[in-house]
C-alpha cells in the first residue's frame, strides 16, 4: 500500500477509504434509483466493487447508507425551504421550492423513498427534524394563502400529492425532462388563487403509444404492429 493511502484526511479518512466512500455513494444512489431503496446491499457492494464488509463498516445499517447517499439532496431540499420562507413573495418562495423538490426527483430518482427513510418517526433524533420542517412547510402554504396568491383551499397534504404524482411520472419516464417540467407548471397554476398566469412550457412527444397499456412493455418501448 502507497504512503498516499495511509494518510488520513478530513473526517480521519485514510485516501483509500475516501474513495472507497464515495464508491459506495455513487454506487447505492445508481441501485436504489433502479431498484428502490430496498435493493439488496449486496447489489450497491458490487456495483461498487469493494466488499460487503468493506460497505458495512463504512455504513452499519441500511439507514445510515440510504441517508448518507442522499445527505446533499436533503441538504438542498432543506436549504430550498428556508429561503423560501424567507422571500419576501410569499408565491415565489412556494414556487420556487416545489420546482427545487421536483427537480431533485428528476435528477436522483431514489430521492422521495430516501427523504422519508431518512427521518422515521420512531428516532427521535429524526423526529425533531421531521417535525419542524412540517411546521415549516405549513407555515409557507399559510404565507401564500394569506398574501392571496396561493388558493385558500390548499392544504399542506396536497403538496405530498403533487409531489408523488410527479415522482410517478419520473420513475415511468426517467430522463424526459419535458413532461416533468409541463407537469410541474400544470400543478403549480392549478395551486393558484383565481385564474392561472404565464405560458406553459413546451409539451413532451408522449402519446398513447407511449404506454404498455395491454401489452405488458416497459414505456416507450412498445413495437408498431401490423
Known sequence: MGESSRI?????LRADAR????????????????????????AVARRAGVGVATLYRRFPTR???VRAAFAQQTEICGRALTEALADPDPWRGFQRFVETVCELQREERGFPAAFVA????????????????????????????AAGALRPDFHPS??????LSHCGLVTALPGDRAASRRLVA????????????????PPSDLSLSSFPLASGEPPGQRTSRG
Open 8 to 12: 488520513a484526511g478530513p473526517g480521519g
Open 19 to 42: 474513495r472507497n466512500r464515495a464508491r459506495i455513494l455513487v454506487a447505492a444512489r445508481a441501485v436504489f434509483a433502479e431498484h428502490g431503496i430496498d435493493a439488496p446491499v449486496a
Open 63 to 65: 439507514d445510515d447508507l
Open 118 to 145: 431518512a427521518f422515521p418517526s420512531g428516532r427521535t433524533e429524526h423526529a425533531r427534524v421531521r417535525e419542524q420542517a412540517e411546521r415549516d412547510l405549513a407555515t409557507l402554504v399559510r404565507r401564500a394563502q
Open 158 to 163: 396536497d403538496l405530498s400529492v403533487a409531489l
Open 186 to 201: 400544470y400543478l403549480l397554476q392549478s395551486f393558484r388563487a383565481g385564474p392561472a398566469r404565464g405560458a406553459l412550457p
